[in-house]
């Protein structure tokens, strides 16, 4: 990691300092990640978890730092399961995930691509390590992001986007320190491949030991930044940001500032960022397990059609992957599990 770099960074288009009226974003909260496991056992670092943030992430519904170094016959991945109502974006940076869906979608991801999946009305998907990981071992080093769709788009037909490494924009920092990769939104006149419904931007800095850069955030979006790898600081009152941690900014300004402490242990040499946010939808949220609706009712709904096999079907000559068979709460759903969260924001009150 990273898979995707430049021989001469300084070639690169630079990002422009800040103009002097422009404002900087405050940091208003910086969260560790919790320790979790996920589909078939494999470990995630979640900074999304910490309710303090969870009004301010809108768009985003949670950020997954999938990283392990596996022995052979330990990776795992995620068995067939469904979604409905959001998109899950899978930015690989080393290791090799296969994913395949029920939409007709699916690829193998590695070196640096993105796996963007519209869930839409629903479909039913898995996403696996290949088997040359499996048998011998390997680092895995990933995110995986989910983002909420808008109500009107909740039901749209499901579609997927292969985003190569290759394609991503590659930009570089005023003073020619930080390399840039825009994987999706606009940062100043440049733009990244990844076409979205919910307008967000997603990002991947490598600083270089005492780097610092500003980044231009479009004001009133959400703006959060996550350690991957590395220390250093955040926002222009230099909050320290250590590994695996999260910072939240406010809404009002007009850029982002991350700096690098002098000293990096990482293999890249770099301290290495992940930036992220968006336009707020302002929608109320239902959200039970691998389904984000509007209320409850469609909660109900989408396990229902889940259950009916209206998602979609196993592709065939597939069917002999593990399938992770409905939970009993799907066969009887009660209010119980259903999450409504519906804090200001979800109701269009407040920043």
Same mark, same amino acid.
């Given at each position: 990691? $990273?898979?995707?770099?430049?021989?001469?960074?300084?070639?690169? $288009?630079?990002?422009?300092?800040?103009?002097?009226?422009?404002?900087?974003?405050?940091?208003?909260?910086?969260? +560790?990640?919790?320790?979790?496991?996920?589909?078939?056992?494999? /470990?995630?670092?979640?900074?999304?978890?910490?309710?303090?943030?969870?009004?301010?992430? +809108?768009?985003?519904?949670?950020? #997954?730092?999938?990283?392990?170094?596996?022995?052979?016959?330990?990776?795992?991945?995620?068995?067939?399961?469904?979604?409905?109502?959001?998109?899950?974006?899978?930015?690989?940076?080393?290791?090799?995930?296969?994913?395949? #869906?029920?939409?007709?979608?699916?690829?193998?991801?590695?070196?640096? +691509?993105?796996?963007?999946?519209?869930?839409?009305?629903?479909?039913?998907?898995?996403?696996?390590?290949?088997?040359?990981?499996?048998?011998?071992?390997?680092?895995?080093?990933?995110?995986?992001?989910?983002?909420?769709?808008?109500?009107?788009?909740?039901?749209?037909?499901?579609?997927?986007?292969?985003?190569?490494?290759?394609?991503?924009?590659?930009?570089?920092?005023?003073?020619?320190?930080?390399?840039?990769?825009?994987?999706?939104?606009?940062?100043?006149?440049?733009?990244?491949?990844?076409?979205?419904?919910?307008?967000?931007?997603?990002?991947?800095?490598?600083?270089?030991?005492?780097?610092?850069?500003?980044?231009?955030?479009?004001?009133?979006?959400?703006?959060?930044?996550?350690?991957?790898?590395?220390?250093?600081?955040?926002?222009?009152?230099?909050?320290?940001?250590?590994?695996?941690?999260?910072?939240?900014?406010?809404?009002?300004?007009?850029?982002?500032?991350?700096?690098?402490?002098?000293?990096?242990?990482?293999?890249?040499?770099?301290?290495?960022?992940?930036?992220?946010?968006?336009? /707020?939808?302002?929608?109320?949220?239902?959200?039970?397990?691998?389904?984000?609706?509007?209320?409850?009712?469609?909660?109900?709904?989408?396990?229902? +059609?889940?259950?009916?096999?209206?998602?979609?079907?196993?592709?065939?000559?597939?069917?002999?992957?593990?399938?992770?068979?409905?939970?009993?709460?799907?066969?009887? /759903?009660?209010?119980?599990?259903?999450?409504?969260?519906?804090?200001?924001?979800?109701?269009?009150?407040?920043?």
């Amino acid at each position: 990691m $990273p898979a995707v770099t430049t021989p001469d960074i300084l070639a690169l $288009p630079r990002v422009d300092a800040p103009a002097v009226e422009a404002l900087p974003r405050r940091v208003g909260v910086v969260v +560790d990640s919790q320790r979790a496991l996920e589909g078939a056992g494999f /470990p995630v670092r979640r900074p999304t978890a910490d309710p303090r943030v969870w009004d301010a992430l +809108d768009p985003i519904l949670m950020l #997954d730092h999938m990283i392990a170094a596996y022995e052979p016959h330990e990776a795992k991945g995620a068995p067939w399961h469904p979604h409905r109502g959001f998109e899950t974006v899978t930015y690989l940076m080393d290791g090799v995930f296969v994913h395949t #869906d029920s939409h007709g979608g699916g690829g193998v991801i590695a070196d640096g +691509d993105t796996q963007w999946m519209t869930a839409g009305s629903g479909l039913l998907h898995d996403e696996l390590p290949s088997e040359h990981l499996v048998m011998n071992g390997g680092e895995f080093d990933g995110i995986q992001m989910w983002v909420n769709l808008p109500a009107r788009a909740k039901m749209h037909a499901p579609r997927y986007q292969d985003i190569k490494g290759q394609g991503l924009t590659l930009l570089t920092s005023a003073d020619g320190g930080t390399l840039i990769r825009v994987i999706a939104g606009r940062i100043g006149e440049y733009e990244g491949p990844g076409s979205t419904f919910s307008p967000i931007n997603l990002v991947h800095l490598s600083l270089a030991p005492g780097a610092q850069v500003r980044v231009p955030w479009v004001p009133g979006w959400s703006g959060m930044a996550y350690s991957l790898h590395g220390d250093g600081f955040v926002g222009d009152d230099r909050r320290p940001l250590g590994e695996s941690q999260m910072a939240v900014f406010s809404k009002d300004g007009n850029y982002l500032t991350v700096e690098a402490a002098g000293e990096q242990h990482h293999k890249t040499g770099a301290m290495e960022v992940i930036l992220f946010g968006g336009e /707020p939808i302002r929608e109320p949220v239902a959200r039970y397990g691998p389904f984000v609706m509007n209320t409850k009712e469609e909660i109900y709904q989408a396990m229902e +059609d889940f259950r009916s096999g209206r998602m979609g079907q196993i592709p065939a000559g597939h069917e002999g992957r593990d399938y992770a068979p409905a939970p009993e709460e799907f066969n009887n /759903p009660s209010n119980q599990g259903c999450e409504i969260l519906f804090g200001p924001q979800w109701r269009g009150e407040g920043a």
